[in-house]
Each structure stands twice: as structure tokens, then as C-alpha cells.
């Protein structure tokens, strides 16, 4: 889908995920020579997030006030209030399907015609509504594959003659409720949200360039609350998938395993999880406080110790098990982003030592860890992978064919002509 006619000059794009908020305000200053716009990273803020688990708000005042606050911190450093923001959603069961779409062209003579913008797009609307109904919301949907008379042609066959034009869309949703409950906080904040997307394929997007994207490669975005998986091939998006389990939950089996506190649970993980498999931790002994002595003076009775290699093993199941299931869904793609392509992590949690070799072996692929490339706009203190998603959204926000949807989730989808089936 094209983008609006005329983009706002600040923009912002907020990402709210389970453990921070980002806000990253950019402006656009049209270039008359080269005919895009030049975009400056004016404002950032971020802060602790609030109120969310597994990225679905579960206290809505606590998330409003969290947003604002990372508004305020951005605007303060802009110095202009800001009004219009795109939005990264990962929560809401959010999914790939793909779907099939064939049109008659001139089908009342019968002598066909040359295919034109309008019929891919009315091809692409049909695939959003095939998909979206009171349950689902369409985040984006790309065209993957044209054909004209069961002809095979590059591009989307603009121009092409033929009897009958099909169009392969992949479209990616989610469910509606809580993508809706993310829109009205932001809406509560005084903001309006002119975009949602998808936020894998944000993340994703930063990290990766066409040259691997044209050849094949998947993004493992490893957050706080959830986990999601993207799959390019011959430089389309093919798969957008989130999973419901992230690093969070490493720290909820250190405290379950040690009976011990989130606090200190995410000590532990931060300053002294190290994950190998070909050289095993060693036994150094760690202390550590029981449940209920996190106010208490550290002495050695109230202290108990655990091993480097217990803690490793605690979490090394966690990761087997995610991983395990990035392969399954990785399994049913065929093609190079699969049969030995690299796969990248990315994300705060990829972070923890050692977690390369883990994903290697359970997925079976070459694995690197990713940070925005420098190509992007975030400036080099932010090129983290905490902030990928961020750093995707601009990508996404200023490329045409992102398939980014652009209307109101209350907007109606015409259905047009056009004969669909679903791929799977």
C-alpha cells in the first residue's frame, strides 16, 4: 500500500513493548533534487514499561503513563509537540497466511487486456479482507508472486497482456482486541496513530540487508515478553510470527529453580548466566538471597549458593524448548532461508552470553546476533539490538511497497471481484 499523500512533517514511532517504551521523533524535509524527503532524527525517549506482560496491556493507566512520559522525554528534546506516531504491534497471536487471488481482465470480451495498478491493487484489497473479519486485523500484506495466464512474470506485471492476472499476498494479522487496546492508549496520550505494523518485521528489517533478504534469511527478535520470528526468501517477506515466550521468562525459571526474587533473579541472569555447550560452565559458586531477604542484610546464613553450570542448565531448557519451536515453524519453509541459511538474533535478550551457540545447534543454521546497521537513522549510541524495532519502523514508515496498513482498524476493506483461496 502507498503511503498517505501528504506524511505529517514530524513523525513519531512509538514501540511498546514489555519491559521499555521507545519514542523516536524524526522529521521530513522535502529534497527537490532528488525527490524524497530527508529524514533527521530530532527527539528519542525511553522508559521503563509498565502495565504489559507478554506484550498485551493488562493495566492500561500504568501503560498511559509510561507512554507519556517517553513522549514528554522525546518532545522535550525536539522542542514540538507531537501529534502523529506509527505504531510497531507484536502481540494478538500475530501470524502470516498466505493467500491466492486471481482476476478475469476485460472478462465480458474475453480478449483480455494489459494489467494495470489498479487491478493489483484491487487484488492486494481483497487479500487484507479475505483475511480480516471482527476477530482479525491485517497489519500488512505484501505482494510475493504474480502471474499473468499462469505465466510467471518479475514484479507485479504492470503492463503485462494477458486474460487473467494472480497475485500470491502474504498477509500478516493479529488479533483484534489487542491491537486495539495498544491504539487507544496511544490515542489516550493525546496521539494519533496514522500506521500500525508489525513489529518483527520492523526489527527485522533493521538488522538485515537486501542482499540477505534476496537470498534468504530469518530474524529471531528475542524481547522481554515475547519472541518473533521473520523469514524473508528471494527478498519477500514469507513468514511474521510471534511466540508468547521471552527473556522474561528465563528470569521467572530462576526464580522458581532457586526460589529467590525477580530482583534478584535478574541479577543472576544478567551478571552471571553463560550459556555453552561445547565448554560447560564452570562450578564456580555464586550466593545468592532466598524469597523474602532482598531487604535483608546479606550475611552467610541467610545466603545460599548456586552453581555457574545449575544456573546454565535452568536456562538452557527455557531456550531449547523456544527454539524448538522457531524450527518447527521454520520447517515449513523450503529454501535457503531454511537448508542452511543464516538466521539472526536480535533483541535485548540476545544478548546473554553464549546464546549463539544454543540457537545454533537447536536450529541447526549458521546464527549471529544483529544490531541496526548503520544505514538506519538512529543515531550510533542507539545502535543496539534493544532498539531494533525502532529503527525498523522508520524503514518501514518511508518505503512504499512495505505493505504497511495505513487506515483506521474501523475501516472497511472492499472486496472487489477478485476470486481468492488461502495457501496455508
Same mark, same amino acid.
Do not use: W
Given at each position: 500500500?502507498?503511503?498517505?499523500?501528504?506524511?505529517?512533517?514530524?513523525?513519531?514511532?512509538?514501540?511498546?513493548?514489555?519491559?521499555?517504551? @521507545?519514542?523516536?521523533?524524526?522529521?521530513?524535509?522535502?529534497? @527537490?533534487?532528488?525527490?524524497?524527503?530527508?529524514?533527521?532524527?530530532?527527539?528519542?525517549?525511553?522508559? !521503563?514499561?509498565?502495565?504489559? !506482560?507478554?506484550?498485551?496491556?493488562?493495566?492500561?493507566?500504568?501503560?498511559?503513563?509510561?507512554?507519556?512520559?517517553?513522549?514528554?522525554?522525546?518532545?522535550?528534546?525536539?522542542?514540538?509537540?507531537?501529534?502523529?506516531?506509527?505504531?510497531?504491534?507484536?502481540?494478538?497471536?500475530?501470524?502470516?497466511?498466505?493467500?491466492?487471488?486471481?482476476?478475469?481482465?476485460?472478462?465480458?470480451?474475453?480478449?483480455?487486456?494489459?494489467?494495470?495498478?489498479?487491478?493489483?491493487?484491487?487484488?492486494?484489497?481483497?487479500?487484507?479482507?479475505?483475511?480480516?473479519?471482527?476477530?482479525? @486485523?491485517?497489519?500488512?500484506?505484501?505482494?510475493?508472486?504474480?502471474?499473468?495466464?499462469?505465466?510467471?512474470?518479475?514484479?507485479?506485471?504492470?503492463?503485462?497482456?494477458?486474460?487473467?492476472?494472480?497475485?500470491?499476498?502474504?498477509?500478516?494479522?493479529?488479533?483484534?482486541?489487542?491491537?486495539?487496546?495498544?491504539?487507544?492508549?496511544?490515542?489516550?496520550?493525546?496521539?494519533?496513530?496514522?500506521?500500525?505494523?508489525?513489529?518483527?518485521?520492523?526489527?527485522?528489517?533493521?538488522?538485515?540487508?537486501?542482499?540477505?533478504?534476496?537470498?534468504?534469511?530469518?530474524?529471531?527478535?528475542?524481547?522481554?515478553?515475547?519472541?518473533?520470528?521473520?523469514?524473508?526468501?528471494?527478498?519477500?517477506?514469507?513468514?511474521?510470527?510471534?511466540?508468547?515466550?521471552?527473556?522474561?521468562?528465563?528470569?521467572?525459571?530462576?526464580?522458581?529453580?532457586?526460589?529467590?526474587?525477580?530482583?534478584?533473579?535478574?541479577?543472576?541472569?544478567?551478571?552471571?548466566?553463560?550459556?555453552?555447550?561445547?565448554?560447560?560452565?564452570?562450578?564456580?559458586?555464586?550466593?545468592?538471597?532466598?524469597?523474602?531477604?532482598?531487604?535483608?542484610?546479606?550475611?552467610?546464613?541467610?545466603?545460599?549458593?548456586?552453581?555457574?553450570?545449575?544456573?546454565?542448565?535452568?536456562?538452557? !531448557? =527455557?531456550?531449547?524448548?523456544?527454539?524448538?519451536?522457531?524450527?518447527?515453524?521454520?520447517?515449513?519453509?523450503?529454501?535457503?532461508?531454511?537448508?542452511?541459511?543464516?538466521?539472526?538474533?536480535?533483541?535485548?535478550?540476545?544478548?546473554?552470553?553464549?546464546?549463539?551457540?544454543?540457537?545454533?545447534?537447536?536450529?541447526? =543454521?549458521?546464527?549471529?546476533?544483529?544490531?541496526?546497521?548503520?544505514?538506519?537513522?538512529?543515531?550510533?549510541?542507539?545502535?543496539?539490538?534493544?532498539?531494533?524495532?525502532?529503527?525498523?519502523?522508520?524503514?518501514?514508515?518511508?518505503?512504499?511497497?512495505?505493505?504497511?496498513?495505513?487506515?483506521?482498524?474501523?475501516?472497511?476493506?472492499?472486496?472487489?471481484?477478485?476470486?481468492? =483461496?488461502?495457501?496455508?
Amino acid at each position: 500500500m502507498r503511503p498517505p499523500p501528504s506524511q505529517p512533517p514530524v513523525l513519531g514511532l512509538l514501540d511498546i513493548g514489555t519491559s521499555k517504551i @521507545a519514542c523516536l521523533m524524526v522529521s521530513r524535509i522535502p529534497d @527537490a533534487r532528488s525527490g524524497r524527503d530527508t529524514t533527521t532524527v530530532i527527539g528519542f525517549g525511553h522508559q !521503563k514499561s509498565r502495565g504489559l !506482560k507478554a506484550g498485551v496491556i493488562v493495566d492500561a493507566e500504568a501503560v498511559e503513563d509510561a507512554v507519556r512520559a517517553t513522549v514528554a522525554q522525546a518532545e522535550h528534546m525536539a522542542g514540538v509537540t507531537l501529534e502523529d506516531v506509527i505504531l510497531s504491534a507484536a502481540c494478538g497471536r500475530l501470524h502470516s497466511t498466505h493467500v491466492a487471488g486471481n482476476l478475469q481482465l476485460d472478462a465480458e470480451t474475453g480478449r483480455g487486456r494489459s494489467v494495470d495498478a489498479r487491478d493489483i491493487e484491487r487484488l492486494l484489497q481483497a487479500g487484507r479482507a479475505h483475511i480480516e473479519g471482527d476477530d482479525r @486485523a491485517v497489519l500488512n500484506a505484501n505482494a510475493i508472486g504474480c502471474r499473468v495466464d499462469d505465466r510467471y512474470v518479475s514484479g507485479l506485471a504492470i503492463g503485462a497482456t494477458g486474460r487473467k492476472v494472480s497475485l500470491d499476498v502474504h498477509v500478516v494479522s493479529a488479533d483484534r482486541a489487542p491491537v486495539r487496546h495498544l491504539l487507544h492508549a496511544a490515542e489516550r496520550c493525546q496521539l494519533r496513530v496514522i500506521a500500525i505494523a508489525a513489529g518483527p518485521l520492523a526489527g527485522a528489517l533493521a538488522v538485515s540487508t537486501i542482499e540477505e533478504r534476496q537470498l534468504g534469511i530469518a530474524v529471531v527478535e528475542l524481547g522481554a515478553g515475547t519472541t518473533g520470528l521473520t523469514v524473508f526468501a528471494h527478498g519477500n517477506l514469507v513468514c511474521a510470527h510471534v511466540f508468547a515466550i521471552g527473556s522474561n521468562h528465563l528470569v521467572f525459571d530462576l526464580m522458581r529453580a532457586l526460589n529467590i526474587g525477580i530482583t534478584e533473579a535478574e541479577r543472576i541472569k544478567k551478571n552471571y548466566a553463560m550459556l555453552s555447550l561445547a565448554h560447560p560452565p564452570s562450578d564456580e559458586t555464586i550466593l545468592f538471597q532466598p524469597r523474602g531477604d532482598d531487604h535483608a542484610k546479606t550475611t552467610a546464613v541467610q545466603t545460599k549458593q548456586v552453581t555457574r553450570a545449575t544456573i546454565s542448565d535452568i536456562l538452557t !531448557k =527455557r531456550l531449547s524448548s523456544l527454539f524448538g519451536m522457531v524450527r518447527q515453524r521454520l520447517d515449513q519453509f523450503a529454501g535457503p532461508p531454511v537448508d542452511g541459511g543464516t538466521v539472526i538474533l536480535t533483541g535485548g535478550g540476545s544478548l546473554l552470553s553464549g546464546l549463539p551457540g544454543i540457537a545454533t545447534s537447536s536450529l541447526g =543454521r549458521h546464527v549471529r546476533v544483529g544490531a541496526p546497521l548503520a544505514h538506519t537513522i538512529l543515531p550510533h549510541a542507539l545502535l543496539h539490538p534493544a532498539f531494533a524495532t525502532i529503527a525498523g519502523l522508520e524503514m518501514i514508515a518511508r518505503d512504499p511497497n512495505s505493505g504497511l496498513r495505513l487506515e483506521s482498524l474501523n475501516a472497511t476493506v472492499a472486496t472487489g471481484a477478485p476470486m481468492l =483461496r488461502r495457501s496455508f
